[in-house]
DNA sequence: TAGCATCTACTACGACATGTAGTTTCGCGC
DNA sequence: GCGCGAAACTACATGTCGTAGTAGATGCTA
């Protein structure tokens, strides 16, 4: 758990968090300003530099992990988009007393569709499955 | 459903929510700028119109309501702890794609305490309960 | 009725975040 | 040795938020 915050980010911070998240696979070194530049920044006329200046905030922030290569850093997402959004969530409820927060699962849940509920459902379920499988087994991180 | 965004709240935003929040319900009409300040603005040391110009500020964003009250304005939260609550974390998961969602669940779901998801579950319970007895009767909102 | 209290409306300003980009510096390969 | 490319540093505009002062309206009171 990082100790800043870094949560909100800008609409060009979530645009690079997106392309090194989907590209994360293909290139688990991750990419190089250049690379970032060339695919989100060329589209949108921005200036390498621009693309620079935010990687290297972002990874000041602990958003991004960096690592050297040659003279060129690749940057790497610090958590998966998952984790980010699974932060937020907490830190969303967690500001809330136990009280308050049932009445704003109730209301989350009353304002989200069917299908949202079953993939909740089926979340919990997974969770269930693996939790009852490692009660004598799996000591998990 | 306001048309601006109005999430993330400041520090005094929120604290200026927390009261109008937990003052609701004895005082449905609202508070006014004294009152709020009297209430959260002294004990800080803050000047009274710095509490009128975030209550300004906040209802032009929605977050508040206003009713003129003799010559003075009585705010009340446009949506409570609950609405906006759930409006955020609907936010939150409503950036990602189905499958990145699931996985998202599942993350949040594992770093929950074992008191939390038993909320959300009871809060799914409840919403069932609720919606077979409302299958023939019924017609909410 | 004149003045004081009280409220709103308008303006301001510093700190911080973010988007955007230029300038400087430095090392590597030719 | 020189230039290319990358990093590092600096800069500036805009927007938000905390903070507050001042001007102007209006009602109450002596």
Redesign the interface.
Known sequence: MPSTPRN?LGDLERAVMEELWTTHEAHPDGLTVREVHDRIGLERGLAYTTLMTVLDRMSKKGLVDRERDGRAWRYTPAS????L??E???H??G??A?D?????????????TPE??D??????A??EARNSAGTRATTST
Chains 1, 2 share one sequence.
């Open positions: 909100r998966s988009r998952a984790e959004t699974s937020t969530l907490h969303t409820l500001e809330l136990g308050t927060r049932r009445t704003a699962l109730l209301h989350f849940l009353d304002e989200s949202e509920i993939e909740l459902r089926a979340a919990l997974e969770l």
